[in-house]
């Protein structure tokens, strides 16, 4: 029996399985392959140098697969900010129906996109950010959870209060994303109030995501206490997998007097993590990495990854039916009672 949630039917989609938005991952050989599988593949826009290269990385992604797909487009605080509109205009101009977005400040940008009939799922860290988002009129909410891989605000709320409490307060439809690598982990954010998930680090770690093997093999072989948080100090909180590097950061931000981001913005250039995935060192420099490494034992195909979580899911969702009896001990104590 396929899935029937607010995130399948809206977004034509099997599975409610998104690959979230991730910089120098989110190409169209990994988002295509997702796509195909009966999950979202998502392009990420900032990975393009430029808008023009987005439309070719959008066409390409069109010729192998003719499933659906999104775009991420992160708005990030920087002394020279991408053009996010032309970005924008590019995905409207290509007909891409779904734009996740993410980061600060996206009202003109959303805006934008609702005005050309582009569906937005806006990724958040915390409630009183959702329900700014829902005022912007977002589709969706993608509550990301403390566990979460790169930027994970600064409430430090895990998905397990945060769903709940995305269910108690939201009226806009949510997916879970922060920590789910598999099918019983669908399953439970389902039994949350999400309507499907989102996974970066899981995806990361499948044949078609376009990073070294050795990357990947460091992913299987890490602990879910292998991450580490860092520029708290600047309250730019981000997990990341823990390396040379990141200690070296740590050690910057823990003894620096002064406090100045000049002094860690070398260590933590986008640069030098760009180049990780290429060279395979994954000390090389930072590259994010989520608590949900811990979970994740080897490097599938993205079809068997997601036809996997599938299976997983719909044997949890039915081992949950078979723990309530229609006869239930007390049901016969109710009707005991009333003799």
Known sequence: MPFNTELTRRLGIRVPVVQGGMQWVGYAVLASAVSNAGGLGILTALTQP????LRSEIRKCRSLTPNPFGVNITLLPSLNPPDYTAYANICIEEGIKIV????NSPGPVIQLLKDN?????????????????????VDFLSIDGFECAGHVGESDITNFILLSRARQSLKVPF???????????????????AEGINMGTRFMCTIE???HHNIKQAIVEAQETDTELVLRRWRNTTRLFKNKVTDEVREVEKGSQEGKFEEVAPLVSGKRGREVF????KDFGVWTAGQVIGLIH?????????????????????????????????????RASKL
């Not at 997916?175 to 109030?193: P, V, Y």
């Not at 290429?278 to 060192?281: A, H, I, L, M, Q």
Request: net charge negative; hydrophobic share 40%.
């Open 175 to 193: 997916i879970a994303s922060g920590g789910f690598a598999d099918g019983q982990g669908l399953a439970a954010a389902l039994a949350l109030g």
């Open 209 to 211: 995501a376009p990073i």
């Open 100 to 103: 996740e977005t993410a980061g």
């Open 298 to 334: 080897d490097v599938p195909t993205c079809e068997e990854l997601v036809g996997r979580i599938e299976r997983e899911a719909m044997e949890a969702l039915q081992n949950m039916r078979s723990l309530w009896r229609e006869d239930s001990p007390s049901k016969g104590m109710a």
């Open 278 to 281: 290429v060279n395979g060192d």
């Open 117 to 137: 009939g582009v569906t937005i799922l806006h990724k958040c860290t915390t409630i009183r950010h959702a329900q700014s988002a829902v005022k912007l009129g």
């Open 50 to 53: 430029t808008p023009e290269d």
